[in-house]
């Protein structure tokens, strides 16, 4: 893991458009960031998407076809609290379904978290947790014993490019059989002054989910970014429908990391990538799906039509 870090900071540092994997934001301290992100009255992501998960449990339901005499597993990309997913365990439970819920994330603690949570609320609930990125969980996946319905919400879809998206998808589609299911949260496109404030919250809580990250490499790889000195900057044009997030360097600086044992430079003004969160339409879904196995079999929307959820079949 530490290595894979190392690694992937020295790539991301040495280019000239630097970047650094926003999956590393969620240590613990980023983990009850984005919890306050998920609260804020700028960010609608979350909220939009619950309401849909609360008001619309039984047509989720309904859309996936599942059939009530066969076990199936319904696994999570990117599980996190699991808040919008309680709503529909707590139906599947109630209707008498039977599946094992696999949560996959990143976060070891935030997996943790979510199986005491379930376990306390839900006690017949069966649940497996698998720790790792999207792309080390696809393996998993091969084993063909039960129907699948894969949950991959939130946007977390988002902070894909769309090329690695569209190769995510098709390794996804490749480890599944027909009639499985994709049950896909996306943002949807829509005007920079809704989008813009989702990522320049006025508390600063975003701003420092950015900034956690350069306090996680000082922390954990021995680096010594001072953190007064790097400036949160989100942009989004709707006419390209991608946020992305940068921590701008106020002066030139030179920041070292002893467990890579390199300095990077940096002018005054140059910018760090941290993230990208691609909103979506019906048009940029279908391009990407035509490279995949996947078809849409349907779509929910909240009240504003802020988000939707895809079916999507394999
Ligand atoms: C969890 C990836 C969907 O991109 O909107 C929230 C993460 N970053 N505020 C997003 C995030 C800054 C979020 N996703």
Redesign the pocket.
């Known amino acids: 893991m530490i290595d894979q870090l190392k690694k992937e900071v020295d790539q991301g540092l040495s280019t000239v458009e630097k970047f650094l994997p926003?999956k590393y934001?969620y240590d613990k301290s980023g983990d009850a960031l984005?919890v306050k992100?998920m609260n804020l009255p700028e960010?609608y992501?979350t909220r939009a998407e619950h309401e849909i998960f609360k008001t619309q449990t039984y047509a989720i339901i309904k859309s996936l076809q599942l059939d009530p005499d066969i076990y199936f597993d319904l696994i999570e990309l990117?599980a996190g609290d699991g808040l919008k997913t309680k709503e529909l365990l707590r139906e599947l439970d109630r209707l008498n379904y039977r599946f094992d819920y696999m949560p996959v994330d990143i976060s070891q603690s935030a997996l943790d978290n979510l199986k005491v949570d379930l376990n306390k609320e839900l006690p017949s609930l069966s649940i497996q947790k698998k720790h790792g990125d999207y792309f080390e969980v696809l393996e998993l996946l091969k084993e063909n014993k039960h129907p699948k319905v894969i949950l991959f919400l939130?946007?977390?879809i988002?902070?894909m490019s769309d090329a690695v998206a569209t190769d995510f998808l098709s390794k996804l589609s490749d480890n599944l059989q027909k009639k499985d299911k994709l049950f896909l949260g996306v943002?949807l496109i829509k005007p920079a002054s809704i989008v813009l404030p989702?990522?320049n919250d006025s508390q600063g809580i975003?701003a420092a989910?950015n900034l956690n990250l350069l306090d996680r490499i000082n922390r954990e790889l021995e680096a010594n970014f001072d953190l007064q000195f790097f400036k949160h900057q989100p942009e989004y044009k709707e006419s390209d429908g991608i946020?992305k997030?940068y921590l701008v360097s106020t002066k030139a600086q030179q920041v070292y990391i002893a467990k890579i044992n390199k300095s990077f430079d940096f002018f005054e003004g140059e910018k760090i990538l941290m993230?990208i969160?691609r909103k979506y339409n019906d048009s940029i879904l279908n391009s990407i799906l035509s490279k995949t196995d996947f078809t849409i079999k349907g779509k929910i929307t909240d009240s504003k039509a802020y988000f939707a959820n895809y079916i999507l079949e394999r």
Request: glycine share 14%; no cysteine; proline share 0%.
């Open positions: 926003s934001f984005f992100i960010y992501v990117g939130g946007s977390n988002g902070n943002d989702a990522y975003t989910f946020a997030s993230e969160s």
